[in-house]
């Protein structure tokens, strides 16, 4: 082989590429290979691999991983939670227990995305998907006359083939851009950014939220349209982070990490949000919400998860979503391969797999978006947070709006209401 030359790979092949092994990815691939498909999993980095993340999970993310068959009954390992709890003006939280209803379990789990990301990628292992650590998708294969996706190669020069490809591959998704799927600037995004704290609220049954946030002094500066959190992992450690609207250059020019530190430093000193007890480093990530970047499905890609916005603009949760699109991504491959990969038949069987992510999620996100553009009002903010807390049948809505927490048929006048609302609106 000549001196620099790239090392020549055969072509692997399989009947789905799923390009990231994030909870989006592990869980397509796993019910892939549940089906009975050959799948290969890509993964540019190496397990144990961290994420940016709040690491706090709410019943619709635990059914979701029930549903998948993940273990979690040792509670050594996830953290459960009962409900959540929220603080805003008043010396006093609300407290909102997870409700009990058919469709959701009445706990979540919590679990650092550290082990969390690779426990559900050696599950799809288990299932019988093929996981390749340290392979970087950088473009795609397409087909030159239908302009269809036919795999990837990765940066180091192999190429893997298969009908259908999903991305999985994170809010950048490299493969989606490749295919001219661009974000939609018509849908809202998210910032985040969290640490770890060794801290006495490390072992609550409760997440918490911390509704005011300040750019500078509290109660004389700007409120940012975002929240705090405290999301208990067990072991007297806690993911302690924040998550803000990108509204405009006021949140664009703020100093996010700053701002993290400086609200941890004005809690309470009994809670250990000080630099002794601080574990790791400040980190930083995108939120890309409302389905911002679509179709989800089209010549052959599918989008999960990030790469397809599935953040809720209610709440900045992603997991549980891109986890729900996975097992319908992974029904509709299943079904479109077995009426054979090419033909007009399969093409109508993918496009279940948009279909029913619009259907499911289409009108809770665009009343997430009305919602993002109002929280983004400080001054409306303020007032609901001021007025709203202490009135608790309108929290307790609010809460099972937020959360997305409604049985879809037999619920209560609060889960009607919500489920109506979701119906009458457009879809994004």
Known sequence: MPDGAAPAYPTEEADVIVVGAGPAGATTA????????????LEKSTFPRDKVCGDGLTPRATRALTRLGIDLSDETQWHRNIGLRSWGVHPYPFEFKWPELTDFPPFGVARARKDFDEVLARFAVAQGAALIEGAAAESPILNDRTGRIEGVVTKDGRRFRAPYVVAA??????????????????????????????????????????????DGEPGKSNQMP????????????????????????????????GLLKNWAASAPEAWGYRDAEEIGKIQGAALPMAFNRTPHYGRGLLLVGDSGGMVSPFNGEGIAYAMEAAEAAASAVAEAISRGVGTGSAERAMQAYPAVMKESLGGYYRLGVTFSKLIGDPRIMHLCVKYGLPRKTLMNFVMKLLAHLTDSHDGDATDRIINALSKAVPSV
């Open 30 to 41: 796993a019910y892939l290979a549940r089906y009975g498909l050959s799948v290969t999993m």
């Open 169 to 214: 591959d994170g809010v950048s998704s490299r493969l989606a851009v490749a295919m001219g799927i661009t974000k939609r600037e018509d849908r809202p995004m998210g910032v985040a950014y969290r640490t770890y704290y060794r801290t006495p609220k490390g072992d609550d049954d409760h997440l918490e939220s911390y509704l005011t946030l300040w």
């Open 226 to 257: 975002g929240y705090g959190w405290m999301f208990p992992l067990g072991g007297g450690i806690a993911n302690v982070g924040l998550g803000v609207l990108n509204t405009g250059k006021s949140v664009q020019q703020t100093d996010l990490r």
